[in-house]
């Protein structure tokens, strides 16, 4: 395969876990002791990093991802994915032994899932194992979760970044189980967190609180700008300058699988650009809308179907 030239620096690398999804359509979604049917099956390119380089690579952004794939069909998979989308892959690695991560999806009629991790490779990246020469110009690095210990070599690399690149951090709940103070490291570096509400709720251990309450908590511990996804009830965000609260976009839900990386996608994208925080979010709610059409990436939309929209 064709590797994308070296030389090429991304606007927005991702950093998180390449797994491929195998996605089940099934009847309904089981507890302990139940039963239930499938109803179809694919295999998609997936991880969360991936998801919103992805999304972002639709909309004209120059990108990358740093992640670690095997010498299998999975890995070949993704490789392609990502070059196909026109994803810069230099940052890859590649390993000779072990398997490219895997992510067993249960997906139901109402789109509403349950995941599985087999995180194969995903976690053995070492901080040797990253040019730094790739990484040094780009505007925003955005994080994701590990299994394993390749968090241990995320915060390595914060210690590399340039001063003038942003962190955006996505922690998902397999890192907010982890506390706020095995995160604190990454949460002191991270200028744009994007969060759901579940998760935020989790990591500050506080049910009760408004989201704008625990929002400032984050502002004033210098993190820029707070945006808490809250699936078909929109999302609300805020920053030192704005506050604001987006509905979400009616649509026909296949899977929600990526619907928060979509997000992302759209809102990094909107910050890039320039937009105001409230418009960052009504793109990143119409990412989202469209690609929980479909399954996995299939529907994440291109930057001629943005503009044509807004």
Wanted: aromatic share 10%.
């Amino acid at each position: 395969m064709e590797i994308l030239d070296n030389d090429l620096n991304a606007e927005i690398i991702g950093f998180g876990a390449l797994n491929v999804d195998k996605l089940y359509s099934v009847d309904s979604i089981v507890s302990s002791d139940e039963e239930s049917f499938i109803t179809n099956e694919t295999d998609t390119p997936g991880g969360s990093a991936a998801n919103t380089i992805v999304g972002l690579a639709r909309l004209g952004c120059d990108t990358s991802i740093i992640g670690k794939i095997a010498e299998d069909e999975d890995g070949d998979l993704i490789e392609y994915n990502l070059a196909i989308n026109g994803v810069y892959t230099n940052n890859l690695i590649y390993s000779e032994t072990g398997s490219t991560g895997k992510c067993l999806g249960f997906v139901d009629k109402n789109g509403e899932r349950c995941l599985y991790i087999s995180p194969g490779v995903n976690n053995e990246i070492q901080i040797d194992e990253i040019n730094p020469l790739y990484i040094m110009r780009c505007k925003i690095m955005h994080y994701t979760s590990f299994v394993g210990n390749s968090f241990n070599t995320q915060i390595e690399l914060l210690e590399k970044l340039s001063d003038e690149t942003l962190l955006s951090f996505d922690p998902g709940m397999l890192y907010v189980q982890k506390g706020f103070d095995e995160l604190k490291p990454i949460l002191d570096r991270t200028d744009i967190l994007l969060i759901n509400e579940s998760e935020l709720r989790l990591l500050c251990n506080n049910e009760n609180s408004s989201l704008k309450e625990l929002a400032i908590n984050f502002l004033d511990m210098g993190i820029e700008t707070i945006v808490v996804k809250q699936g078909s009830k929109g999302v609300y965000a805020i920053n030192n300058n704005e506050e604001c609260q987006v509905d979400a976009f009616k649509c026909s839900v296949v899977d929600t699988t990526g619907a928060g990386d979509s997000f992302n996608s759209g809102f990094l994208y909107s910050f890039l650009r320039g937009y105001d925080l409230e418009k960052s979010c009504k793109i990143g709610n119409w990412v989202a809308s469209k690609a929980i059409e479909g399954f996995g990436m299939e529907k994440f939309p291109s930057l001629k179907e943005l503009e044509e929209f807004f």
